[in-house]
């Protein structure tokens, strides 16, 4: 039986590496796409390409979300499989099972993984830069900028 948990806890932990190692991927090409995007801007000089990284940086944070919320639920199942969380809180998960959706309110839900503290800085900060940028270079006005 002992052979029998520690396999399980290699498997969630295969699970939550990989999880891990997506939202790390996404990141990355969020940048990237990004870049490439502002680039293309850069080389044809048309406001219609402006809004385009917004919308990727958008769609690139949801993804991540996703992803560190799965994260979140399989670091749970571990927690709960390892017996390492809290008697009160602790769901009964069998052999090899990985039960994530009971892992839904808290920490484990969407909309708290959307604005945590590892992910919100990350796209929003950027998004905003975008949004300012997109604004005055579409509707350039007397500031000092253009002075």
């Known amino acids: ?3 029998n948990k520690i396999k ?3 498997f969630i932990q295969n699970i939550i590496t990989r999880m891990n190692t997506n939202s790390f991927q996404i990141k990355g090409m969020s940048i990237t796409i990004t870049a490439a995007l502002l680039a293309l801007y850069a080389g044809s000089n048309k406001p219609l390409y402006l809004p385009i990284p917004i919308i990727s940086t958008i769609l690139f944070w949801f993804l991540d ?3 560190l919320q799965q ?3 399989f670091r749970g199942v571990y927690n709960d499989v390892a017996k390492l969380s809290n008697l009160e809180f602790r769901i009964d998960v069998r052999s090899f099972e990985m039960p994530i959706q009971k892992y839904v309110n808290g920490k484990y839900s969407y ?3 959307l604005w945590s503290k590892t992910i919100w800085p990350f796209y929003f900060i950027p998004i905003i830069v975008l949004l300012f940028t997109t604004i005055i270079l579409i509707n350039p006005c007397d500031c000092i900028i253009y002075r």
């Open 71 to 73: 994260e979140r639920k």
């Open 65 to 67: 979300a996703y992803y």
């Open 1 to 3: 039986m002992k052979n």
């Open 111 to 113: 909309l708290n993984v």
């Open 8 to 10: 399980h806890l290699e």
